[in-house]
């Protein structure tokens, strides 16, 4: 019983002291910003370059790596300018747009962030103005770092027309969804060579899942979200009908009519329905997001698979010595038909706060950001293909880039982006996407494939739907003003087989 | 619940002016001005933390609103009109509830057994046992939901190669992947996961039961599980009650679990009305959030919920009454 | 002798017990073996949960990669902070509507319990805002006031019904000794409620100490003022996972939580049979 009561009061004292210490936890916290207050009065006007700025960046942790390599990143900046001081803060990528909509709704926005969402998140922050645009900032020899194009009009740097943010990474790079094979269980099934076609695809895959009896499996996708899933539907897809954009997203658009157009990815996701009712793929994907899927590639399981360029690199992270292929993904029987599109040269990646009250520093951080060395660093930490070909010069590039560049020159074109004859689409673009009919179609895609039905049936009932929601939309936005037709969607001079350039 | 004396209302005599009622309401209140005062840090924290955001989100509900800036876009009950005519917020609700009922049904006859067997003093080892069987309780669940996902794929998965090492099963099992499987694999995890927690409720009620009452029924001849029917489970039975409701509670938000492990797949099979709702607040699908609609979705959920338990609770009580008059 | 034979006895329960708690704790032993191994021998080398070659990589790198020496502190003041606060708020809320029959209990009570039944996670933006207009935002205050604040109205009702559950004589003879009515909660009742005060620190550091959504939320700007929680999400990328630094990882931020529950078990059973015993 003694022992009991002493006890208690050790951890009765414990938490008193642990109180005290919370305690003495808040004041130095203020006591830190207390310090900090010189710098922070920093937004009177810093003609003295005396005055440390304090920058913050906002920033994406994609990878364990990613915020120590910016770290690093920022003390080489810091130290060409001792007058700047940048706070680097990482967020996962899943909270990383909550997180910022969160700090500018309590006015905390960072000086400097990331857009991270593509075209959808560039609008976001543009039209809630959390971006400063760049266009003053830039001068013509920053402009002329970038290769040709990467700030035309119809960039997707620019949103209305102004710069909202500086691009890193070649968005080939992002769009491009390759095949990757493993040589050695290949060659064990009697194929020197990746599949070509489709029914090649197919015949492969179910003999190697055949024969494999349960140790390994033809071919396996990653099913655990709608979006991921579409990586498979986009890589098998690219060589279909030419004309179509978007078989990745929620809005698959044939530009040559101007129509939704589920349907023309039908043929891809019927082989993916054939392929599961079958028992190719390997068992578990449709609980395997991207992680799962290459870790499962890695270890062996897997033969082939569709994915995203960055994969291969942390491949090699789990099985340096994989003997490994990087290939355009099949195409259709018939010969490909179209391409993988690609609307822009370049995307905004770090962005401005239009908040920022060190609005000089902060661009200083933005120009090293946009520098020949940075992306050399880049290329070399995250062995993602950078923008500035001279940035490249000299790494000696491993082979499985040097395949994935191959890859994407074969089947990657420039094609016109929904928005690009009349771009008062953005003004409306997102209540299109929020009227589209739920469940969204990859949705449909993917439920289709798990419990076998038919998809052209339920693609050819949603094009009638989504063509439903574009009509009024266009109509709504008519009423409100906004100039806008159908017609204004149809590209009928574009040769889907050629890049499409506009001067 | 147990809680509290018996309301000591003095009755106002009839006739008396309204005055002194008045009078004897400050008299009370003075009285029990120090009680106040206790009480007072309480209601300040509830106000701020609980009812503020409770009244706000009722207030977002009915508009179309991003979560920037303050709403202005007054649509009346559109976003509740739209939730209950989303057949995948009812799917998502059924999914809830099934959490919690599984729970009930399951996870909790089960403590019991346990608790029963580690209430016993001179088990060797109770305590290790009690520590182990809490741990999972103690782990943060996403890691958790993590771990589960690797042990259970079907593809190099520990339990797949363990049951197909030793024979088990010829083929895979699809745990998290197929629609038939995934909700139950979730259930089972989630049991696991917080089957320490009534197991506590449980030990610490099995305590409340005096040793005479087994030490009787020994001397009348009652063997073990005759005297658990006789005398543990009606002994039981008020405080299984809360026990019931906290685990009832308790359970209604998976959140965490289903986000890491399946995120409510495959095809919205394991969809909870947490991460429909994530989805609309924080994650949209198309750039803007719509935070009006995802308040509308809890709403009508939590509205549903309380209805569910107002029936538990008078039931309940009716039991016990129905009850207490039959043992007179 | 009598141990022996005792032992003996017991023997089928024990195995039984010792078969279930195994499989029970299987999924802990994966980690903690896991935890040892290498990032490749966890994938390529089956299934094995004694490592080849075991290491201590995976704990070098947790700690540096999720700051853990900077968060674990962290975290260690928020915890004893919310659990200190939950402590004061909600005993003297339970004595106060446990033992007092003051007007607008019941409206008190009733609130409480109704409030219990609303799911959180939408809730999260007015939160933000009032924690924003305190000017707590990026504080560590923040994050233990919105940890602390909400939802804690099971220890309050647990509170009232162990109070409730004491004899009425004891305070009546502790008036006559001359106490007022603050010492005799801080230096009478509250010593009493040792088996409550144990239970509530067990949830409330529970709770604090695995939290991810909130203290994430309050320190947007201020990386370094985050808890091990949200530390542990810097092995979780979309593009890869550190599977062996998050075991690491894990086994390091479970050890606290075993240790107060180890200490705090025999409180935490007593606290709850004396709370529904009233």
């Not at chain 1, 291969?312 to 018939?334: H, S, T, Y």
């Amino acid at each position: 019983m003694t022992t009991k009561r002493s006890w208690m009061r050790t951890l009765t004292t414990m938490f008193a002291l642990t109180g005290v210490l919370a305690g003495c936890g808040g004041n130095n916290n203020a006591g830190s910003s207390g310090t900090a207050a010189p710098a922070g009065s920093s937004a009177t006007p810093a003609a003295t370059a005396a005055v440390v700025q304090k920058v913050n960046f906002s920033m994406v942790s994609a990878r364990p790596g990613d915020e120590a390599f910016y770290k690093e990143q920022m003390d080489i900046f810091m130290k060409a300018n001792p007058d700047v001081k940048v706070t680097v803060i990482a967020n996962p990528t899943e909270q990383y747009n909550n997180a910022l909509q969160l700090s500018f709704a309590a006015n905390e926005g960072p000086d400097i962030f990331f857009i991270e969402g593509g075209q959808p998140q560039a609008r976001t922050v543009y039209d809630n103005k959390w971006v400063e645009p760049l266009d003053s900032y830039m001068d013509d020899a920053f402009l002329a770092r970038f290769p040709e194009g990467s700030f035309s009009r119809t960039s997707q740097t620019r949103v209305n027309g102004e710069i909202i943010g500086v691009p890193v990474r070649d968005p080939r790079f992002d769009k491009v969804r390759p095949l990757y094979y493993n040589k050695a269980i290949l060659e064990q099934f009697g194929y020197s060579e990746p599949p070509k076609t489709h029914s090649g695809f197919v015949e492969a895959a179910t003999k190697i899942t055949k024969e494999g009896k349960g140790q390994v499996y033809g071919f396996a996708m990653m099913g655990k979200a709608p979006a991921v899933f579409g990586l498979s539907v986009s890589g098998l897809g690219s060589g279909l009908e030419g004309g179509v954009i978007g078989y990745e997203g929620n809005t698959i658009i044939n530009l040559k009519s101007g129509q939704f157009s589920a349907k023309s990815a039908t043929p891809v996701v019927e082989i993916l329905r054939q392929l599961n009712a079958q028992k190719i793929v390997a068992p578990g994907w449709e609980n395997w997001d991207t992680a799962q899927m290459h870790q499962q590639f890695a270890a062996g399981r897997v033969a082939m698979f569709i994915g995203a360029a960055w994969q291969a690199e942390e491949i090699r992270k789990l099985n340096e010595g994989m003997d490994m292929g990087i290939a355009a993904a099949p195409v259709p029987d018939a010969g490909r038909s179209g391409y993988r599109d690609t609307p822009t040269i370049a995307e905004p990646r770090y962005a401005m706060s239009s908040q920022s009250k060190v609005k000089e520093a902060a661009w200083k951080v933005l120009d090293f950001l946009g520098s020949q060395e940075f992306e050399r660093a880049n290329y070399e930490y995250a062995k993602e293909l950078v923008l500035m070909p001279a940035a490249m010069e000299g790494i000696e590039m491993s082979a499985d880039m040097q395949q994935m560049v191959k890859v994407m020159d074969e089947t990657i074109r420039m094609a016109p982006a929904v928005n690009t004859n009349n771009q008062n689409y953005d003004q409306f673009s997102k209540s299109i996407s929020d009227a589209m009919p739920k469940p969204k179609i990859q949705e449909v895609f993917l439920k289709a494939v798990m419990s076998n039905e038919d998809p052209v049936p339920l693609a050819e009932e949603y094009d009638a739907k989504a063509n439903k929601v574009i009509d009024e939309q266009i109509k709504m936005a008519n009423d409100g003003g906004i100039t806008f037709s159908r017609e204004d969607l149809k590209y009928p001079d574009w040769d889907p087989m050629q890049d499409y350039i506009i001067e | 619940m147990g809680y509290g004396t018996p309301q000591q209302t003095i009755p106002a005599p009839a006739g008396k002016a309204p005055f002194s009622r008045r009078a004897e309401l400050f008299k009370q209140i003075k009285k029990h001005r120090y009680h106040y005062l206790f009480v007072l840090p309480m209601l300040v924290f509830f106000s701020a933390f609980t009812l503020w955001p409770m009244l706000a989100s009722w207030y977002y509900s009915f508009f179309n609103w991003d979560g920037i800036g303050w709403p202005t876009d007054f649509i009346g009950l559109g976003n509740f009109r739209e939730v209950a005519a989303d057949p995948g917020f009812w799917n998502a609700f059924m999914n809830t509830f099934l959490f919690a009922l599984t729970h009930v049904l399951i996870q909790m006859p089960l403590a019991l057994v346990v608790a029963v067997i580690l209430n016993n003093q001179f088990l060797a080892g109770r305590n290790i046992y009690r520590l182990l069987l809490f741990v999972p309780v103690i782990s943060t669940t996403a890691v958790i939901g993590v771990i589960f996902s690797i042990l259970l794929n079907p593809l190099g998965g520990a339990v797949n190669e363990m049951l197909l090492n030793t024979g088990i099963i010829s083929e895979p099992i699809n745990f998290l992947g197929s629609t038939a499987l995934a909700l139950p694999t979730l259930l089972a995890v989630s049991v696991w996961k917080s089957f320490g927690t009534p197991m506590i409720y449980w030990l610490a009620g099995l305590q409340t039961i005096p040793a005479e009452l087994y030490e009787a029924a020994k001397i009348d001849g009652a063997g073990r599980i005759q005297s658990f029917f006789r005398i543990t489970i009606p002994m039981l039975a008020p405080i299984g009650l809360v026990i019931t409701l906290l685990t009832f509670i308790n359970n209604l938000d998976p959140f965490d679990l289903v986000r890491t492990m399946t995120e409510g797949g495959p095809v919205k099979a394991t969809d909870v009305v947490q991460t429909y709702i994530f989805r609309y607040a924080f994650e949209p699908e198309s750039g803007s959030s719509r935070y009006g609609f995802a308040s509308a979705a809890g709403i009508l959920f939590s509205l549903a919920v309380l209805v569910v338990v107002i029936i538990q609770v008078l039931t309940g009580k009716y039991a016990r009454r129905s009850g207490t008059k039959g043992a007179e | 002798m009598y141990r022996l034979t005792r032992l003996l006895r017991q023997l089928p329960v024990q195995l039984l017990l010792l078969g279930f708690t195994l499989i029970w704790s299987y999924p802990f032993i994966w980690i903690i073996s896991s935890s040892f191994k290498s990032q490749s021998e966890m994938f390529l080398g089956g299934i094995n949960i004694i490592p080849k070659e075991p290491t201590f990589d995976n704990f070098v790198r947790a700690w540096e990669l999720a700051n853990f020496y900077q968060y674990f502190f962290n975290s260690v003041i928020v915890t004893a902070s919310v659990v200190m606060l939950v402590l004061v708020i909600t005993s003297m809320a339970g004595y106060a509507l446990g033992r007092g029959a003051m007007p607008g209990k019941k409206l008190i009570m009733t609130m409480l319990i109704i409030s219990m039944f609303l799911p959180k996670g939408f809730t999260i933006l007015p939160l933000f805002e009032l924690i924003v207009g305190l000017g707590f935002n990026n504080t560590l205050m923040g994050v233990i006031l919105a940890e602390s604040g909400p939802s804690k109205i099971v220890s309050i009702l647990l509170f009232v019904g162990y109070f409730a559950s004491l004899p009425k004589e004891m305070e009546e003879s502790a008036t006559i000794d001359g106490a007022g009515y603050f010492r005799m909660f801080f230096s009478i009742m509250l010593p009493l409620s040792k088996p409550i005060l144990g239970t509530v620190t067990i949830f409330s550091f529970i709770g604090a100490w695995n939290a991810f959504f909130v203290p994430l939320t309050f320190t947007l700007s201020k990386p370094s003022l985050r808890t091990l929680g949200v530390g542990m999400y810097n092995f979780f990328g979309t593009n890869s996972v550190d599977w062996t630094g998050l075991a690491a990882g894990a086994v390091m931020s479970v050890v606290p939580i075993i240790i107060v529950f180890l200490f705090l078990q025999r409180y935490f059973i007593e606290g709850l049979a004396g709370s529904i015993k009233g």
